[in-house]
T-cell receptor, first 111, second 116 residues
């Protein structure tokens, strides 16, 4: 079965610092999704990656998918308090099967 | 963009009663929707796949008689927690696959169920 390992589990960074969250799959992915969640709230879509070597950016967040499509990283530049939350990676195995999620990374940004 | 509306956002019910949670795709048709459950400080656990016009597919360990799923139209799936108990208290969230744009899987805003 599909397994996603996400690291680190939690992260505390000082405002203005950069950070990276990693997501590793046990299988080659059809697609990889990144979401942000505030505790007890819905998921906010960040980015979707499907091609090996693909990289996408939105504001200060950049996500990459490796050539083998088994590992992805999410990088935040110059972190702000608004970046705090839980970041989840989700694996798409075929395009219409449910996403399988990693355990999430809890990010805290301190002033 | 694709929007999935989930209702209610919060519900408190007494033990033994049933609670219905609705998940609607607002501007697209979803033949398949997915229901997840999230425990505090944990990730999302897939409960079942809801299929329009046919029976839902449940994940191992999820009681289908406890968590009734109905997907009667292309825009609405419902999850009914029957004879709720305190251990059913959790955060439930639905998702639909929108193939028409870059959003892919769109999620509802979730329902926090508290059984007292």
């Amino acid at each position: 079965s599909q397994e996603l390992e996400q690291s680190p589990q939690s992260l505390i960074v000082q405002e203005g610092k950069n950070l990276t969250i990693n997501c590793t799959s046990s299988k080659t992915l059809y697609g990889l999704y990144w979401y942000k969640q505030k505790y007890g709230e819905g998921l906010i879509f960040l980015m979707m990656l499907q091609k090996g070597g693909e990289e996408k950016s939105h504001e200060k967040i950049t996500a990459k998918l490796d050539e083998k499509k088994q590992q992805s990283s999410l990088h935040i530049t110059a972190s702000q308090p608004s970046h705090a939350g839980i970041y989840l990676c989700g694996a798409d195995n075929s395009g219409n099967t449910p996403l399988v999620f990693g355990k999430g990374t809890r990010l805290s940004v301190i002033a | 963009g694709a929007v999935v509306s989930q209702h209610p956002s919060r519900v408190i019910c007494k033990s033994g009663t049933s609670v219905k949670i609705e998940c609607r795709s607002l501007d697209f048709q979803a033949t398949t929707m997915f229901w997840y459950r999230q425990f505090p400080k944990k990730s999302l656990m897939l409960m079942a796949t809801s299929n329009e016009g046919s029976k839902a597919t449940y994940e191992q360990g999820v009681e289908k008689d406890k968590f009734l799923i109905n997907h009667a139209s292309l825009t609405l799936s419902t999850l009914t927690v029957t004879s709720a108990h305190p251990e059913d208290s959790s955060f439930y969230i639905c998702s639909a696959n929108y193939a028409g744009g870059g959003y892919g899987y769109t999620f509802g805003s979730g329902t926090r169920l508290t059984v007292v």
